[in-house]
C-alpha cells in the first residue's frame, strides 16, 4: 500500500500568515493527489484536486503543487474560516490512502 | 444535484455485522467511471478509506480490514452498502459514503456516527 506522510500534523497561525503543509508518498503516485478541508461535525471537502488544480468554488489563496512523491497545500493569506483541519489523499493506487491530517489552529 | 446519504444503526454489540447503506441522488450508480467510496473517521483521529466499487462493479477493499468488508451495490435502488462482520470498540467511528471519479471524492455524505458498546 502507498503510504502518505503528512507535516506538520499541527500548526498555530496567525490571520494573515502564510500557511504550508506537505504530504510524501512513499512511492511516485504522479499527480493524483487531492487535499481535503475538514471542519469540525462536518464532512471533508475538496480544494484541490489533480496536486494543483482548484476545486470551483474554493478562495484562490489556496494552491497546491507537487508532482511524484512530494506535495504541498498553501494558504496565501490565512482566514478565520480556514482554521481547520487538512488531509491529502492519493487515488493512484486503487488502495487509498490519506494523510494523517494537520490541523491549522488560532495562535 | 448530487446528495449521499449514509443510514445504519447508530449503535451495535461486539461481534455483530455492521450494515451500512448509502443511498445517492443527482447522478447513477451506471455512470461510467464513477463510483463510491466508503470511508470512516475515529473520533478525534483520522480518516480512513475502506473501500469502493465502480459502476462496472469493480471492487477495492483496505488491506487491513479486507477479510471484514463487502461492497455491494444496487443500481435500481441508487444504493451502495457496506458490511463489515465482527465489529470491535475501535471501529467505533463516523462512517461516510462518498462519489470517487477520476481526480478523487468529490461529493460526500454527511456521515453517520456508529458506536460499538455492549
Known amino acids: 500500500d502507498i503510504q502518505m506522510t503528512q507535516s506538520p500534523s499541527s500548526l498555530s497561525a496567525s490571520v494573515g500568515d502564510r500557511v504550508t503543509i506537505t504530504c510524501r508518498a512513499s512511492q511516485g503516485i504522479r499527480n493524483d493527489l487531492g487535499w481535503y478541508q475538514q471542519k469540525p461535525g462536518k464532512a471533508p471537502k475538496r480544494l484541490i484536486y489533480?496536486?494543483?488544480s482548484l476545486q470551483s468554488g474554493v478562495p484562490s489563496r489556496f494552491s497546491g503543487s507537487g508532482s511524484g512523491t512530494e506535495f504541498t497545500l498553501t494558504i496565501s493569506s490565512l482566514q478565520p474560516e480556514d482554521f481547520a483541519t487538512y488531509y491529502c489523499l492519493q487515488h493512484n493506487s486503487y488502495l487509498l490512502t490519506f494523510g494523517g491530517g494537520t490541523k491549522v489552529e488560532i495562535k | 444535484q448530487v446528495t449521499l446519504k449514509e443510514s445504519g444503526p447508530v449503535l451495535v454489540k461486539p461481534t455483530e455485522t455492521l450494515t451500512l447503506t448509502c443511498t445517492v441522488s443527482g447522478f447513477s450508480l451506471s455512470n461510467a467511471r464513477m463510483g463510491v467510496s466508503w470511508i470512516r473517521q475515529p473520533p478525534g483521529k483520522a480518516l480512513e478509506w475502506l473501500a469502493h466499487?465502480?459502476?462496472?462493479?469493480?471492487?477495492s477493499y483496505s488491506t487491513s480490514l479486507k477479510s471484514r468488508l463487502t461492497i455491494s451495490k444496487d443500481t435500481s435502488k441508487s444504493q451502495v452498502v457496506l458490511t463489515m462482520t465482527n465489529m470491535d470498540p475501535v471501529d467505533t467511528a463516523t462512517y461516510y459514503c462518498?462519489?470517487?471519479?477520476?481526480?478523487?471524492?468529490?461529493?460526500w455524505g454527511q456521515g453517520t456516527l456508529v458506536t460499538v458498546s455492549s
Open positions: 489533480a496536486a494543483s
Open positions: 466499487i465502480f459502476s462496472n462493479d469493480e471492487k
Open positions: 462518498a462519489r470517487i471519479e477520476v481526480a478523487g471524492f468529490d461529493y
